[in-house]
């Protein structure tokens, strides 16, 4: 049985960095990350432990094992990541409906993966749900950027309520940004 939760442990964390190897472009066919998409940020266990101790992770455990994840990124830990620190400056220079995200209280999803055997079983939905469930109280937006070259993450993050607010180009790579705006519901 599949259990969508909240980061608890060490063991967990090197789940979710196994997952994430087993899942980064430089380690998966240019076809088959075309076609089931792909991850570009390479994170250590020491990072994901700063991440984690500012605001842990969602997770989706089956037995034990780490089977997708969904990273809760907050300002504070921006500084600690190139990439991160990247998306998170050109987030701050976008304006969302007349506030400017700089002065906004958001969280970022600094990265989504679900296991190659558990796709397509609604887990992005389901931890972006819990997610939500725990975050939205704290913070009023939820943000990531989705690479241009990802089609197949852009459509789950629609899927969910994400929209596309921005265009941008970091690290070589254009990006989608894209945002849930959780005052709508509030």
């Not at 087993?22 to 998409?37: D, F, K, M, P, R």
């Not at 990439?83 to 701050?92: G, Y």
């Not at 852009?154 to 941008?168: S, V």
Request: contains cysteine; glycine residues 6%.
């Amino acid at each position: 049985m599949i259990i969508i939760k909240r980061v608890a442990s060490n063991g967990e964390l090197e789940g979710i960095k196994k997952l994430q190897s087993e899942n980064l472009n430089t380690n998966i066919s240019a076809e088959e990350a075309a076609s089931q998409g792909f991850l570009s940020a390479v994170y250590s266990v020491e990072f994901l432990k700063i991440m984690h101790d500012a605001s842990p992770s969602v997770i989706a455990v089956d037995e034990d094992v780490v089977v997708g994840y969904a990273l809760v990124s907050t300002k504070e830990i921006r500084h600690h990541h190139d990439l991160l620190a990247d998306l998170f400056n050109a987030i701050d220079k976008i304006n969302y409906q007349g506030v400017s995200l700089k002065e906004a209280n958001y969280v970022v999803v600094g990265q989504l993966c679900v296991a190659k055997n558990y796709r397509g079983r609604g887990l992005v939905q389901q931890m972006y749900q819990h997610f939500r469930d725990c975050l939205q109280n704290e913070f009023d937006y939820c943000l990531t950027d989705v690479a241009k070259a990802n089609p197949r993450s852009l459509k789950a993050h629609l899927t969910t309520g994400f929209e596309i607010i921005n265009t941008l180009t970091y690290g070589g790579i254009s990006w989608d940004v894209v945002m849930w705006d959780w005052t709508k519901t509030k």
